[in-house]
């Protein structure tokens, strides 16, 4: 198991709008160069984002993308579920199959444990304490000059 490239990419657009705050738009373009993803997919991405109100857009010379709440408020979950849709480590069964066979209902028990964990576990990871640790690591490492 392992997270699609659209959802890591996501967390870290997110990550770079939450850095820049609500006051301060980013284009596509400079997300896309700063993070080294393609400007199309960021493109694709941001639209996701926004339809799940988690940015916000404005056209124009001054425009681009903010994030829509505060970065405390939202979490690597909801980051995930916009662009991926609920946590869960298996599709739900149809009812018949879970109640006529006793491993699937003992393993269906242990997929849906597991989903919730992973899901909590996201859940307690904000934005905020995201770029707080982007930035503790910012300070530590030194910029290196080279002629």
């Not at 979950?77 to 491993?103: F, N, R, Y």
Request: aromatic share 4%; glycine share 4%.
């Amino acid at each position: 198991m392992k997270l699609s490239t659209k959802a890591r990419y996501a967390t870290r657009i997110m990550l770079r709008l939450a850095s820049a705050g609500a006051q301060r738009s980013q284009r596509n373009m400079d997300i896309a160069r700063l993070e080294r993803i393609s400007p199309d997919y960021v493109a694709q991405i941001l639209m996701t984002l926004k339809h799940a109100g988690l940015v916000t857009s404005q056209r124009g010379a001054q425009g681009g993308f903010t994030i829509s709440r505060d970065p405390a408020a939202i979490t690597v979950t909801d980051v995930l579920e916009a662009v991926e849709g609920p946590l869960c480590l298996v599709p739900p069964t149809k009812k018949k199959e879970v109640a006529e066979q006793a491993s699937v209902r003992v393993t269906r028990t242990l997929w849906t444990r597991g989903s919730e964990a992973l899901r909590d576990l996201f859940a307690d990871i904000s934005l905020k304490d995201l770029a707080q640790e982007v930035d503790a690591l910012d300070r530590a490492t030194p910029i290196v000059f080279e002629i």
